[in-house]
């Protein structure tokens, strides 16, 4: 096997990653491999702007790429036909009720020109850990008693870190990230991670951030203190066409 030209970890969860400007240039923000998806350890990577990304038979790969992809909270755009659309839907929108649901979706629902999921076993194991402990958080789209949609992430301080999200129905993804910025914005956070560029998410009005102003922005959001409450009474429920 080739050795890979990037340092691994250690078996200390809370050692510190490598810092981010070694990671490599292709691919685009590979800093590390190996290590475990202990809470610690997920929650500095977090921290230091890395995130890990891997498929199976892959060792843990973690990535922090130049530039970011990053949503202000404020200009999440959805276009004037998906609104007038959304006029008219009954959906419901919830958090923290339906999180291994969620996942679940996310790794399973098919996306266009993608074969298989990175949301590995080991990756839901750890995430759903993560949720338990009250770090890890999912905003679901509901018709009735189905789940039509859902994005789930990582919360620190006044920063929120995008993991993934799936839409069962169409526009099921577009109503989570919505209803999520919407939320985020009103307690304070005034970013939301999306990590990889890809086409969708820019029509949404997702912008790159180099990495440098990203981990300088992340490193002053994490200290802040989080919300209080929990996020599932927090966010309530919100309908769908409110957010017209």
Known sequence: MTRLPIPRLGSDPGAPFPPVHRALAEPDGLLAFGGDLSPTRLLNAYRAGVFPWYSTGQPILWWSPDPRLVFRTDRVHLSRRFRRTL?????????????????????????????????????????????RLGHAHCVEVHAGARLVGGIYGIAIGRM???????????????????????????????????????????????????????IAAIAALVDLPSPTGTWREAFGELPAASLA
């Open 160 to 214: 929120f870190f995008g993991e993934s999200m799936f839409s069962a129905e169409s526009g099921g993804s577009k109503v989570a990230l919505a209803a999520l910025a919407a939320r985020l914005r009103a307690w304070g956070f005034p970013l939301l991670d999306a990590q990889v560029e890809n086409p969708h998410l820019c029509s949404l009005g997702a912008e790159r951030m180099p990495r440098e102003d990203f």
């Open 87 to 131: 006029r008219a839907s009954t959906w419901t929108v919830r958090a923290d009720t339906a999180f291994e649901a969620v996942l679940e979706a996310c790794a399973t629902v098919p996306r266009p020109g993608q074969d298989g999921t990175w949301i590995t076993a080991e990756m839901a194991q750890a995430y759903a850990q993560l949720h």
